[in-house]
């Protein structure tokens, strides 16, 4: 058999079993947090939230990537004592929220209180843009 029929012939076995096989259809799913700022409701309940998160591993995404830090000195303007900060990366691109400069403590170290900044959804977000939720009027 001459080389080209051959050539042919193994292409067009090609094209054939690719037409032939079936793509499975993709799960979209939404972020827990674009779920529950968008929903327009109370309860991550609308369809396609990604879950099966445990309280053990909620925050291993956000150490992984770099989002949370290691706890810094910080000392709070006001009359707040001073402690250790757990800083948050919001420059990161998967980062969905900015900083509002609020600063509560969430617990007690030998260094004094430990403290985390409050958070808002960042409003530059392309999800938030149209979000029910966070539309301004």
């Not at 309940?45 to 445990?54: A, D, L, V």
């Not at 959804?121 to 301004?136: G, H, I, S, Y």
Request: proline fraction near 12%; charged fraction near 10%.
């Amino acid at each position: 058999m001459n080389r080209g029929v051959i050539r042919v012939a193994t292409v067009g076995a090609a094209v054939l079993t690719a037409q032939l096989l079936v793509a499975t259809p993709a799960q979209a799913t939404v972020h827990e947090i674009v779920g529950q700022w968008c929903s327009g409701h109370d309860p991550l309940g609308p369809p396609g939230i990604s879950g099966g998160s445990k309280a053990d591993n909620v925050a291993k995404p956000l150490f992984a990537n770099g989002f949370i830090g290691d706890p810094v000195p910080f000392d709070p303007e006001g009359d707040q004592p001073a402690g250790l900060l757990i800083p948050f990366n919001y420059q990161l691109p998967a980062s969905k929220v900015v900083g509002t400069g609020v600063y509560f403590a969430i617990d007690t170290t030998p260094a004094g209180p430990l403290y985390i900044e409050a958070i808002a959804p960042d409003p530059t977000f392309p999800a938030f843009q149209r979000c029910p939720r966070l539309a301004t009027g």
